[in-house]
């Protein structure tokens, strides 16, 4: 089952960031609301894969399919205009082996973009595609616990 839309506060996560942290040019520099999520779910799906979604301002676009490089079965769904990371689904097992307590551990899914940012070549257009996916990344360790919550309800 679905769980509900977690709203995101998201002036929290409008400033961009690059791999080496926040810019300090002397001018700040954000991100466009195109570029941020709207909004976060975790779910559990019926193949036992935790998906976490991530909803924009809507636009018309298909997605791609992208397999993570010796990721354990991790994918992304990507916007194949814009390159928003819609969704990020991790096997269920993965995220349990990785906790070192009983339940699920949100690391591999910031791991799993850390690896997506490091796969993309140097260019301008992939830098502006680095600095909203360590916005995702920002958000899902924000809103870690209420994905948590939402990921342990859907395993039963």
């Known amino acids: 089952m679905k769980s509900a839309w977690v709203k995101i506060e998201r002036s929290e996560f409008a400033e961009a960031e690059s791999s080496q942290g926040k810019r300090n040019f002397g001018s700040t520099h954000y991100l466009s609301p195109y570029e941020l999520p709207e909004a976060v779910r975790a779910y559990v799906d019926e193949n036992s894969m935790v998906v976490v979604a991530f909803r924009y301002i809507p636009i018309d676009e298909k997605t791609k399919i992208k397999p993570l490089e010796g990721g354990g079965g991790i994918f992304f769904e990507i916007g194949k205009i814009t390159r928003r990371i819609y969704k990020v689904a991790v096997p269920l097992e993965l995220l349990k082996n990785s906790s070192k307590t009983t339940g699920t551990d949100i690391k591999p899914l910031e791991v799993a973009i850390d690896n997506l940012i490091s796969s993309?070549?140097?260019?301008?257009?992939?830098?502006?595609?680095?600095?909203?996916?360590?916005?995702?990344?920002?958000?899902?360790?924000?809103?870690?616990?209420?994905?948590?919550?939402?990921?342990?309800?859907g395993q039963w």
Do not use: C, G, V, W
């Open 120 to 153: 993309l070549r140097p260019t301008i257009e992939n830098e502006r595609n680095k600095e909203a996916y360590f916005a995702n990344k920002n958000i899902l360790h924000h809103y870690s616990d209420q994905l948590k919550s939402e990921i342990a309800m």
